[in-house]
């Protein structure tokens, strides 16, 4: 099942919508109309026996009537007219199917027996599918997407999202273009997974020049060790962490009726596939927002020596206290370092590391305070990643935090991530400045925390030479 | 120590602010334009040698100068000057003070001294003292406040802050003003516990009508074995939550230059204090807030058994497992709950915990089907909580979810946590709505489930016939 021709998936110059809608809400509406948010610049062919015409394109009865084999049909047609749909894509040389459709192994051994036979022709005619039972993918590259949840211009970046849900490819990919302001590369909702399966995809992102940070959820392997083989490539030179669905009885139980796979039966199994393949296992939902932002911003770590700085002592202690509880280390700091920090703080604090900023801020400004605090601790060479956290207020002046984001060209390869209190108001503006110039916001204490031992994790698998290479695609 | 009356620091006639200032930005002037913000009924006594009148308050060269002993001194000037400070407030009669100044044990042994000075001056005048070290207090009920940051009116609640940081009557004040929809009724930060500690606080929390729910930060026990004694009592009537600063070697060193506490140099000791008191441990910074929310606005559920509605397999698998790894269950349904949803859903779904709720969705409408679904849980007697996500977006018409706060009449005792995913406007307008409401929202898919969890925990030591009693503030 390997070397899976993903072109007509992701870069497709044609592409049939098979059960393509003229009404508004509806899933043959919605993918036509992500397709024209998105700029797709391929020709659409709408499949529809009802229909002369739909948002301005013209439809055929069926796929034959198309006047050439489209390289992708993304197929939305009740599971019972599957078969035709899959039958008539054969027939016509179409070579990648996106199978949209649910009501097959995931509902009743009828709907298993349809999914065998989807797969048995398709593998007569040479053509791969992903699906059934998912919202398919998006490829920002390629302009291209068959989510038939609203989602309009998808916006471009280094992060690549493979899911057995649909999930990514639906809201929480609105949540993540609304909320959040990274970018993605490639979405693929594989759903039932009847061909194409984790490891092939992960096979292309390996290779894909597109994506820098990969990020999976799984609710269970077709076949461990392939994963296992493909990731362990991939993983030495991409960021890859993973949520497993199903790793509790209760969940597993829950897998099977979702996308009727066998789940995680044995949870120490799967986190031994994890680790022997280089992939760095979560276990929220969240982390693989949260840290997928900080691996598509910041370089790797090349240890887990942190500096921190913070603007209380209590924030200090928690802060401290999150590093340890995560794995990581916090740096015992030069005396060199101590003293650039020093000499700008009041003599009777006691500068260490966390470093409490808020003399310093009293005695100059909030600027100069952090940005001394800063600088001192990435010059030290026993620091390799700085937690910063401010306490900002829309009643102050606005602080000019432009600094922060050269800190990318002054120490590159020194990850540095923040954390925001005070106002939402506050937050949101300088999470959306910030993060607009790839600086990742979290709230305090522990999302800094949090987002970079992932990042130090995956640092252990990325081989040190690749590391710059995994973020050198910009956000668009 | 016991017996502290401290109702001249909850609902002081009168207070003096030894430091006040006419510089807006600096304590003494934000101390002054918190209480007029409040609305604070009281009298208002500056004293500032070198001012006639702040903020339209007649000032007083020296509290000896004040024409009555006020209730309470708010005292904000340097360490060295706090001496003459406590000297003419114990000369004057003045019976409490908040001594916000830093620079005292967590310093150095001169500070230390100097904090010894203080409480042996304090003592022989019968007047007890709140810090140094900290931003002092709120009391909504009281319109009063000690802080100097700048926070405006604070929304009255039911939820009372002890910590010994002052991270929650500033800053993070601020984020849960601005950002949540829940009250407070008391914050109380210790700082560094000179003379009244957490063992005092608590006490008065437990008796104190307007507290409904207590949250704690700690860093360090003065009397393990009296808190454990004051917290066993309260705890069976008031939810009590605790996150316990400088659990690792790193972090208790923060805490010594933070409030001068040893920190928890044995973490097990610490635990075994929080269980013997009947008190929740919690581990993250954020479940201070997200948790609070649940306990302030939902009844304490009388087991763990969940029952879970969700938008998509991939959230039901996820959900499920996040309640097993928290310690929750979920819930084995009834035949006749399960009829009533498989009633609303297509034949081919199988309805099971988690409810999928997609097909009942597609068949009726969002409301229909969320509304039967959440109402057959909740009337089933093996189901003690609901966690149920909803995707929202703005390009549909606003649902009606007017039905889901309802549920707390319709099923008193069996609490409702919200998770959402879709855009961030809808995301925060739902939040605003509900929550205004009472029924806590939370992001997917954890967040309900998270707070949930801590809930269950809570209820296990708050005695049954209390539960009803906990949330009987309204906000406002």
């Known amino acids: 099942m390997t070397g899976v021709n993903f072109t007509p998936f992701f870069e497709p110059k044609s592409v049939a919508i098979i059960g393509a809608s003229r009404s508004p809400g509806k899933p043959g509406y919605l993918v036509i109309s992500n397709l024209k948010a998105n700029g797709y610049e391929g020709r659409i062919y ?18 034959a009537d198309i006047p050439e084999a489209p390289d992708v049909a993304v ?126 995809v992960v096979e292309f992102f390996g290779e894909d020049p597109d994506t820098g940070v990969i990020c999976m959820y799984i609710e269970g392997f077709k076949d461990g060790k392939r994963f296992i083989e493909a990731a362990k490539k991939v993983s030495r030179k991409k960021p890859m962490i993973a949520l497993m669905g199903g790793m509790t009885a209760r969940g597993s139980k829950a897998v099977f009726s979702h996308t009727a796979s066998l789940g995680a039966s044995n949870p120490a199994l799967i986190e031994g596939i994890f680790k022997q393949a280089g992939v760095v296992s979560v276990h929220r939902y969240t982390d693989l927002i949260d840290s997928a932002k900080a691996l598509a911003f910041q370089p790797l770590p090349a240890g887990g020596r942190v500096g921190v700085v913070v603007p209380s002592g209590g924030m200090g202690v928690l802060a401290a206290d999150a590093c340890v509880r995560l794995g990581l280390t916090v740096a015992d700091l030069a005396q060199a370092t101590l003293k650039r920090i020093q000499d700008v703080s009041e003599p009777w604090i006691r500068i260490g590391n966390p470093v409490d900023i808020w003399s310093a801020i009293q005695t100059h400004s ?57 106002d939402k108001e506050s937050f949101d503006e300088t999470k959306k400045t910030l993060e607009g110039q790839s600086v990742p916001v979290y709230l305090p204490v522990e999302g800094a925390c949090e987002a970079l031992a992932i990042m130090r994790r995956c640092s252990l698998s990325v081989h040190p030479g690749e590391r710059r290479k995994t973020d050198a695609v910009p956000i668009r």
């Open 46 to 63: 709408p499949v529809n026996p009802h229909a002369q015409e739909i948002m301005g394109y013209r439809a055929y009865a069926s796929v």
């Open 75 to 200: 197929i939305l047609v009740p599971a019972a007219a599957t078969v035709e749909a899959v039958r008539d894509c054969v027939r016509k040389g179409v070579k990648a199917a996106v199978i949209e459709s649910g009501g097959f192994t995931e509902v009743d051994d009828n709907g298993a027996a349809l999914e065998r036979e989807l797969v048995q022709m398709a593998g007569k005619g040479g053509m791969r599918i992903i699906g059934p039972n998912t919202s398919g993918l998006i490829s920002t590259p390629g302009r291209f997407i068959t989510t038939f949840y609203p989602l309009g211009k998808v916006r471009r970046g280094n992060v690549a999202y493979l899911a057995q849900t649909g999930n990514f490819a639906t809201h929480t990919m609105r949540w993540i273009l609304s909320a959040e302001n990274f970018g993605v590369s490639r979405v693929v909702g594989l759903g039932n997974k009847c061909d194409i399966d984790d490891a092939d």
């Open 366 to 422: 909030l600027e100069e305070g952090y940005r001394v605090a800063m600088e001192a601790l990435l010059d030290d060479p026993g620091v390799d990643a700085l937690v910063t956290i401010l306490v900002l207020n829309s009643d102050n002046p606005k602080p000019d935090l432009e600094f922060i984001p050269k800190f990318r060209d002054r120490n590159p390869g020194k990850p540095v991530l923040i954390g925001i209190s005070g």
